[in-house]
Every structure is written in structure tokens, then in C-alpha cells.
């Protein structure tokens, strides 16, 4: 009780109009002092020269020590009616989350420079900040290439997901884009999920070309275990820089960027998503916080406060200090009230 006292955050009065009646204790001295100097007997004397070298008593300067007694019990008397109280809120926290995989395209084409430094950092980047907004829901990680791989099963844990998506980069799988494997492989990770919300963000800069599961397959799967799926097509229009090994070293050369946008928004339409085009660092940005918000985690916080009367130590300080006052004016005061 008494460190909560102190802690002001928490404190809060369940009556606090009584601390209107402090607006007496100056008037109820001014009273007292009025009253005391009519009723003080006078003295005539022929000359003030003996009493001059004459200095109170102890007693007498501690007198005013019955008068500071006497508003302490008045104002802890007064704190007392106004109930001070210690306020303790709990919070029960209800989530729906919502399960993600994040299905990464790690082809060599997404060295291309059209994003800054290039396509597969600005995706990691990204996709790093999405992962950080998304609190409640579990995600999980699947790169592809000419094969597919999952990088991070599902988890709650967002710093595993975190490291894992830190650690992709181009030419970690047999190259070549099969978006076909890396849409089933997500929908693989996501098929004995109990959430009820669950989404594929399939994120590719190419055309199928290889891969053991044709994207029609993989998208009749997704849609078999209500799988929403949001593409993202990354790249700019016309050609792009890309960085070539040559006699001279590392050379620059512009490519054509071809991304099957059809199939992707074959994909995104028929299981209830969305296809996105993203040609620069701040489009791709965009389209991930656009998704942030088309796929809202239900959070329910109940909030539960407990209270705690402190009114007890002022009434009893008010107690001791009328006590005192009352002692100390009939026995060592008794003499010069």
C-alpha cells in the first residue's frame, strides 16, 4: 500500500470535491489569529527596558507546533474523504492471426538493377518490414527458382523468419523459374493450417519455364484448401540493367523484363487475391502495405481495472496528529495555553 503511494501514474481520488474544504484551513487561521489577538489580555507598563532582555521560553516557541499539527490532521482528514485509490489494469488479449507464406522468386534474373541495389535485396527489404508489422499471425518462407524450396515452416517466431529471409540470395536453387513449384510448396506449408485466414504472397519476375508442377495444378490445389493468393510481378517495363560476367569483368547490359502477368492474375483472381505490378523500390513498398491492410489480423484487447482505497494511512495520520495536538496542549503547553 505504501509504494503505491508513490506511484503517482496510478493514483487516482474516487471523490475529489473534498478538496474543496482546503479552501477553509487558510481562512479558519485567519480566524484563529483574529479571534486570539482580541481575546490576548493587555499590559501597561511606564517602560519596555526590562522586558526587552527577557527571551521566550522554549515552550513558548514551540507553540506554533500545535498549529501545524492541527492542519496536518485537517488536510490528511481531507485526502482521507477523497478516497485516494490505486487503479491495477490487466489486459486480455483475444487473436485471430492469420497464416502467410511468403513465396520468393531467387531466379538469377532478380539480380536485374531496375530496383535498388537490385530486385531480390529490395524484395528481402521489404518483405522484412511486412514481417515486423505482422505481430499476431504465424509466416512462413519458400524461395524458388528451376525447383522450390521452404527456407521457414510456419512460426510465430518472427526473428527465425527474419534470419531466414536475411539469408536468401540468387543461385541458392537450380536456376530457372518455376512458379508453378513455388506456388505448391506455400500452399504445402499452409494445407493442415486450422486458421482461418490463410494467404500465399508469390512475388516472381519471369515466365514459367521448368518445374515438375505446371501452375494450373498448383493453383486448382490452392483453391482446393481455400488458400488466398496475392501476386506480385517485380520489374520495370521495357528493359532493365543487368549485371553480366564477361572478358572485361562485370558488365551492365540491358535486358528484356518479361513477367507473365496473365498467369498471375489467373492465380490472384481465382482464389480471391489480388495481382500486383511493382516497377520501383517505393511501388513495391506500397503493394506490401496495401496487402498489410487488405489482410487485417483480428485482435480483441478486454481491459480490466482494480481498484485499491489508500484512504487508510491519511485517516490514520490525521488521527495521530489530533492525538498529539490534544497531548501536547494539556500537558507541556498547559502552562501558557
Known sequence: MIKALFDGQHISFAQPWYF?????????????WKNKTRQQPKLRLSSL?????????????????????RSLAFIGLVIALARPQ???????????????????????????????????????????DFVRKRENDRIGLVIFSGESFTQCPITIDHNIVNEQLSAIQSGMLQDGTAIGMGLATAVDRLRNSKAKSKIIILLTDGVNNTGLIDPSTALEIAKAYKIRVYCIGVGTRGEAPY??????GTQKQMVPVEIDEALLKTI???TGGKYFRATSNSSLS????????LEKSKVEVSSFKHFTDLFLPFAVLALICIALEMLLRYTYFRSIT
Open 49 to 69: 527596558t526590562a522586558a526587552l532582555g527577557v527571551k521566550p521560553s522554549l515552550r513558548i516557541r514551540l507553540r506554533p507546533v500545535l498549529k501545524v499539527l
Open 20 to 32: 474543496l474544504l482546503l479552501l477553509l484551513l487558510p481562512a479558519l487561521i485567519l480566524w484563529e
Open 286 to 293: 506500397a503493394v506490401y502495405k496495401e496487402i498489410d491492410q
Open 243 to 248: 549485371p553480366m560476367q564477361g572478358p572485361m
Open 86 to 128: 490505486s487503479s491495477n489494469v490487466t489486459e486480455s488479449v483475444d487473436s485471430d492471426g492469420i497464416d502467410i507464406v511468403l513465396s520468393v522468386d531467387v531466379s538469377g534474373s532478380m539480380l536485374a538493377e531496375d530496383l535498388k541495389p537490385n530486385r531480390i535485396e529490395a524484395a528481402k527489404q521489404v518483405a522484412l
Open 268 to 270: 490472384a483472381t481465382q
